[in-house]
């Protein structure tokens, strides 16, 4: 089963209750005594939506979401630029610490040219102790 299959029930079971409670609202806003009848039965097909949805859970119980997620849900932002966002400021900091360990590489390097210079012989027993630098 693909990662994105495990999903589908759930969805399905969503975009269903969703439904369902559009409908309702539609009910309750132009209530009239002799739709009682429609109602229950709509608040009983929600009742059992949330209970498929609860089957659902086994599947989907080791997903983990990051709660940056849901803020960017609660700011009205798309959940799924969560993973853009992250992608980016990886790419950023990625080359941030490429940029530092170039600028160490070259700094060793200056650093061994000139302790070569001022001592000579020290730095041949580091060589032969950390191997030929």
Do not use: W
């Not at 132009?30 to 429609?38: A, L």
Request: glycine share 4%; aromatic share 8%.
């Amino acid at each position: 089963m693909m990662a994105s299959e495990k999903f589908d029930p759930l969805v399905e079971s969503l975009e269903r209750f969703i439904e369902n409670t559009r409908q309702l609202g539609i009910i309750v806003s132009d209530f009239q005594p002799q739709g009682q009848i429609t109602l229950n039965q709509k608040l009983h097909t929600l009742v059992t939506g949330l209970q498929e949805m609860e089957k659902t859970k086994a599947q989907v119980q080791d997903v983990q979401v990051p709660l940056e997620v849901f803020d960017y849900i609660d700011q009205g932002r798309n959940p799924q630029l969560y993973t853009k966002d992250c992608m980016e400021k990886a790419v950023i900091k990625n080359e941030q610490v490429k940029g530092k360990i170039e600028t160490f590489s070259k700094f060793k390097k200056n650093l061994i040219t000139e302790l070569n210079k001022m001592f000579p012989e020290e730095m041949e027993q580091y060589k032969t102790h950390h191997g030929d630098t």
